[in-house]
């Protein structure tokens, strides 16, 4: 990593920030005017994203700067952030998740799972 800046809490932080937005006024805070217009907004942000980050990686891949590949992975973590926050959600519950599957590869997770009948 090239930034010295200390990001151990920048999760919690914009928490916090995320669940004050909820009840702030749609005029004033971005966030607040997403959980205004609601999930389905949310998700299309999401979505939006999501698509910016591949064709950015694709971009990435090709030689061009990778800082805008960093932005749209920034955007794609937020708005899955606000998701989280709208659903009363925690990112805190998806970092649990994946510490529980540190020292699981994902290829014996995937052939323990039941047979599809
Ligand atoms: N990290 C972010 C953050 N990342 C991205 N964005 C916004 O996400 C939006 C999405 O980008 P787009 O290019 O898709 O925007 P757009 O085309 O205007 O969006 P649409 O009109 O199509 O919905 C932009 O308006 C960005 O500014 C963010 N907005 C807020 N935050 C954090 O949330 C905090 C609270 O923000 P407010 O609620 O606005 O006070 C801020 O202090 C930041 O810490």
Redesign the pocket.
């Known amino acids: 990593m090239n930034s010295q800046a200390d990001t151990s809490t920048t999760l919690e932080?914009?928490a916090d920030?995320?669940a004050a937005?909820k009840s702030?006024s749609p005029d004033?805070?971005?966030?607040?005017?997403?959980h205004h217009k609601g999930l389905n907004?949310i998700l299309?942000?999401v979505g939006?994203?999501a698509v910016?980050t591949i064709l950015a990686a694709r971009d990435t891949a090709e030689g061009k700067d990778s800082q805008a590949l960093i932005s749209e992975v920034?955007?794609l973590w937020?708005?899955t952030?606000?998701m989280l926050s709208h659903l009363d959600l925690s990112h805190q519950q998806v970092l649990e998740e994946l510490q529980k599957r540190f020292n699981i590869s994902g290829l014996v997770e995937k052939a323990s799972r039941p047979t599809k009948s």
Do not use: M, N, P, T
Not at 28 to 34: F, M, P, Q
């Open positions: 932080q914009l920030i995320l937005r702030a004033s805070s971005y966030v607040a005017s997403l907004k299309e942000k939006e994203e910016e920034a955007d937020f708005h952030l606000v």
